[in-house]
């Protein structure tokens, strides 16, 4: 099972993300997805990872403001299929618009975190964020 999926589509934030993680002084295995259809395929077992019987990941790092498929509609359709609705979706974004972060919350998420501007703080930030959603968080496990 995987810890994190991070969707992301700007390469350069997907490569800060994984240079980060592997500074943490823990494991945490992840995968990183490149689109919402890619997110959605990979959450509900289609697409490309139909024959796969992938678990589903202890927490997702959404950005919002995905080309093609939204986050927002990543967020929606994950809550309405039954082995994804109580999955832990943390929206990971540049946008502090409080109508990004209000739409955010109405279609389900857990949290919303606005990257830091710096690479040290957002190093910071992640390992508080897998401190807390990998360690501390009391999840439903759907496979």
């Not at 024959?51 to 994950?78: A, H």
Request: proline share 3%.
């Amino acid at each position: 099972m995987v810890d994190i999926l991070y969707v992301e589509d700007n390469l350069n934030d997907a490569d800060i993300f994984c240079r980060l993680m592997g500074k943490l002084n823990r494991t945490v295995t992840y995968t990183v997805l490149h689109s919402g259809s890619e997110a959605l395929d990979y959450l509900t077992g289609k697409g490309q990872h139909e024959q796969q019987r992938l678990g589903l990941p202890k927490l997702v790092l959404l950005d919002i403001n995905l080309i093609g498929v939204s986050g927002i509609d990543v967020i929606e359709q994950t809550r309405s299929f039954e082995r994804t609705r109580f999955l832990p979706i943390v929206v990971f974004s540049t946008s502090d618009n409080p109508k990004d972060i209000q739409s955010a919350y109405q279609a389900g998420i857990n949290a919303y975190v606005v990257k830091p501007g710096s690479y040290q703080a957002t190093g910071t930030l992640l390992r508080k964020l897998c401190d807390f959603w990998l360690e501390n968080n009391t999840r439903i496990d759907y496979r």
